[in-house]
Every structure is written in C-alpha cells, then in structure tokens.
C-alpha cells in the first residue's frame, strides 16, 4: 500500500495529543505540576488540531466525508464521536481549572474521566485500522502500540513543561526546575517501558505476517497486465531495517534509556527532548511499515 502520509501524521499527532491530556490529567489526580497544566492544555489542543487538519488532506473531496457519518459502525464516525466527546471534556477541564483557587486544579472525577476518555480516544482511532483483509494490521497489538506510543509521548511533554515552567528567571536554582519534572518523569519512565514493550511485541507481530497472507498460486490481472504480484515474505524481509532500526532501537529503546536518565539526573530540559523526538522518529518509522506491509490478504499490492 503506499504511504498515507497525512493519516500517519493524524494517528501520531493524536496519540501525542491525547498522550499529553491525560498525562496533565493524572498530575491533577495527585495535585502535582500545577504549572505546567495551563501549557499543557494549550498543547494538547494545538496537537489535537493539527492532527484533525491532517488528515483532510488524506481525502481528495473532504466534504464527502459527512456521508460516512450516518453509519455508527464506520471508523471514521468513531474517531469524530471519539474526538468530539474528549473535546467537550478538555473544554470544562480548562473551565474548571481556571475557576478553581489556584488556577490550576480541577475535580478528582474529571481528571480520572479526562485520563479514562484520552485511552478510549486513542484505542477507538487505532482499532479504526484492524481488518481481516490485511494481515499485517489484523492484531490488537497494534492498538497497544500506538497507545504506548501516547504512554510515552505524554509524560515525557509534560515532564519538559513542568521543568521549564518552573524554570523561571535566568539564575534560579537548577534544583528546582529538576525537581518540578519529577512527577511526570516517573510517568515517563514508566510509559517509556510500555511502549517498548508494546513496540517490541507489535514489530515481531509485523516480522511474522509473512505467514499469513493466502497463497492464491497462479494469476493474471487483465487490468494489470505487466504488473507483478507482490512477494509477501519478500516484502516483509525489506521493511526488517527500517523496523528494527527505526521503529525498535529509536523508538522503543531510546525514549526508554533518555527516561531513565531523566529520571536518574533529574535534568528533563535535556532528556525529556530527546525521549520526545526518538519517539516521533520511532512513530514515524513503524507508521511507513505499517503502511508497506498493508497488503491484501488475497491480491497482494
């Protein structure tokens, strides 16, 4: 399949984006990173916008999208329920948090149910994907990676929004800026070992799908007479570097080896940017696979 640039953008963005709000979500929970909450808000919401605009330039008639939206069992009107419900959430989050003592606060209830919608968005944009007819993306493992994905995206952001909000004037005490990232860090160490597990998991998924196309034995396309079939297992051997490589040692690896320095140092200007942009190359990577390895299971372009 070719590359789907602008849905790859959309499902990375959104995993970024929903990463980051249930993140700021679980801080509030625990009453910790009060400054960073208002950035990350703004970020989240930027991060959510730039992933709906996107994927419009997946869709060469954008307006035809409406007629998809009559039918529940679409993915499309999943997502759109799915995005429209986290953002009517995130939109009292901010009311709420603005009106509260500090400014930054808000009830235990919404932030467990702003943490709760974030998975749900995520899982109900990557399930949109999951299809019998291409082997490659027929797995649950791919809904548990791109929500790692979110599981480390997220804290490690809020982590580089908590220190540097508390960086404050030039000359202030690196101490505490250090110690204004440590509760998001945590949460990045940890969400930095999800998503290598899950990337781990879903690449050895990808590595095998070889296996599972069907094997139709002689054919001809008369719309296509010069045109080869696809060698699945061929195909699969070719995306090896660029997944193991790209998607596991950058993506999976790194972000977990710049959390657990981040959280060993306390120094997340430093680790928490590099966490974020091994992820995103990391992301990208397993994204161009996913979209090379989206073979039919039968006609094998």
């Known amino acids: ?22 993140t700021q979500a679980l801080m509030a929970v625990f009453g910790v990173g009060k400054k960073a909450q208002v950035p990350a808000w703004v970020a989240s919401a930027v991060l959510l916008a730039a992933g709906g605009i996107a994927v419009f330039f997946h869709l060469e008639h954008w307006e035809r999208i409406f007629n998809g939206f009559g039918h529940l069992t679409s993915g499309i009107t999943q997502e759109l329920i799915a995005i429209v419900v ?10 709420l948090m603005r009106k509260s003592d500090d400014g930054a606060s808000v009830p ?3 932030a467990w149910l702003s943490v709760a919608l974030s998975v749900v968005l995520v899982a109900v944009m990557a399930h949109s994907y ?16 791109v929500l790692g994905n979110a599981c480390v995206l997220g804290p490690a952001t809020f982590a580089l929004l908590s220190t540097l909000a508390a960086g404050g004037p ?27 597990l899950a990337t781990l998991a879903f690449a ?7 296996g599972s ?27 090896a570097p ?21 959280r060993r140092t306390g120094n997340w200007r430093l680790w928490a940017p590099a966490a974020i942009i091994a992820a995103l190359v990391g992301a990208v990577c397993m994204r161009v696979v996913f979209y090379n390895l989206g073979l039919s299971v039968f006609m094998f372009y």
């Open 213 to 239: 196309f069907a094997d139709v034995g002689l054919y001809f396309d008369p719309t296509h007479p010069t045109k080869a079939m696809a060698d699945a297992a061929a195909t699969v051997a070719s995306q």
């Open 170 to 196: 030039a000359g202030q005490p690196a101490e505490r800026a250090a110690g204004a990232g440590a509760p998001a860090g945590l949460a990045a160490l940890a969400g930095a070992a999800i998503n290598a």
């Open 242 to 262: 660029l997944l193991w490589l790209g998607a596991v040692a950058v993506g999976a690896i790194v972000p977990l080896a710049a959390a657990f320095m981040g």
């Open 130 to 145: 999951t299809m019998a007819a291409r082997p490659a993306w027929d797995s649950a493992l791919w809904i548990l990676y």
């Open 86 to 95: 986290l953002a009517v959430a995130a939109v009292a989050y901010l009311v």
């Open 108 to 110: 235990k209830w919404l």
């Open 204 to 210: 050895a998924f990808l590595q095998l799908s070889a």
């Open 1 to 22: 399949m070719e590359l789907q640039w602008p849905l790859i953008l959309f499902t990375t963005l959104v995993a970024w984006s929903a990463g980051l709000f249930g």
